[in-house]
């Protein structure tokens, strides 16, 4: 008994320590400013052991200057409570419309080092459907919740247009540059009449995304308090680029109830991305508010 009572001692220490810790590893680390995430949920019976949920979300980044998305879902879940009750199944659908940031792509000749010209994308909109499944085992130590989720994810990327500049690169200018500061490396090309003219719109084809999500969370549930402080650690994978790690998530917060049926959540986020292909959301630090409410 006295030994059970050490480990939950030394792991409640652990557990506090990493919330402390979280906030450091995004401190050198390289970003596009701090992004804000929104969510509201709402859960209720179906019949026993089965719940339909619903969830509407926001994000911005950018320092909260710029939309990042919007989103809606809806989602079932089925936990038997007899048979295994630590194991939670659930599926869900979520339509996003997703605000993708501009870009600008350099094009080199067949040599691969004289630029030809530089395209520069505006940011646009566009809608994304999004399916996944899951499997959640959670189990209890002491006052701590421990669980681990495994999920398939799912998104398709609707095909759409964005406004495109062209700017063709100067052959002048590495041989005039420190003579004449003024002369310009790029240049539009605003009277031509053919392909060359720099204004145009850029189709953005449908795309096709397979993820593996793995995330380990833990809670700790403070004795007579409301607040129920967390940590996560979550790990995307890309199923159709040899199982590569694509980016990894690490978040500390908690949870704050409101009530029997309702709670808030605050947590910091920070997100690293290791794929140039994922264009879900930017990485770096991320501030999040959630309510969630049973009816």
Not at 145 to 171: D, G, I
Not at 229 to 236: K, M
Not at 261 to 287: A, N, P, V
Request: aromatic share 16%; net charge positive.
């Amino acid at each position: 008994m006295r030994f059970n009572e050490e480990i939950i001692k030394k792991t409640r220490a652990l557990f506090f320590a990493v919330l402390l810790a979280f906030p450091l590893l995004g401190i050198h680390a390289q970003g596009d400013g701090v992004g804000l995430w929104a969510d509201v949920e709402g859960e209720t019976k179906l019949s026993k052991g089965l719940g339909l949920s619903f969830d509407a979300g926001y994000r911005a980044r950018d320092n909260f200057a710029a939309s990042d998305r919007a989103s809606v879902g809806v989602g079932l879940s089925y936990k038997n409570k007899t048979l295994a009750p630590w194991l939670k199944v659930d599926a869900g659908y979520t339509f996003i419309y997703k605000n993708t940031p501009g870009k600008t792509t350099i094009k080199y000749l067949t040599d691969g080092t004289t630029p030809k010209h530089m395209n520069v994308d505006a940011a646009y909109w566009g809608p994304r459907h999004r399916a996944t499944a899951s499997l959640t085992g959670s189990f209890k130590v002491g006052r701590f919740k421990l669980s681990l989720r495994e999920r398939y994810q799912y998104t398709y990327r609707v095909a759409t247009t964005c406004q495109r500049t062209r700017y063709y690169y100067n052959p002048l200018y590495d041989l005039f540059k420190d003579i004449n500061p003024d002369i310009q490396e790029w240049y539009l090309n605003e009277d031509a009449t053919d392909e060359d003219y720099s204004y145009m719109t850029d189709a953005k084809n449908p795309k096709h995304y397979h993820k593996l999500r793995s995330r380990f969370a833990a809670s700790y549930d403070i004795r007579k308090s409301k607040f129920e402080p967390f940590a996560e650690v979550e790990a995307f994978n890309d199923l159709t680029s040899n199982f590569a790690l694509e980016k990894m998530r690490y978040t500390i917060g908690t949870d704050y109830k409101l009530s029997k049926t309702s709670k808030l959540s605050l947590y910091y986020r920070y997100q690293s991305e290791f794929s140039d292909d994922d264009d879900d959301e930017t990485g770096g630090h991320i501030i999040g508010l959630g309510y969630s409410f049973d009816f």
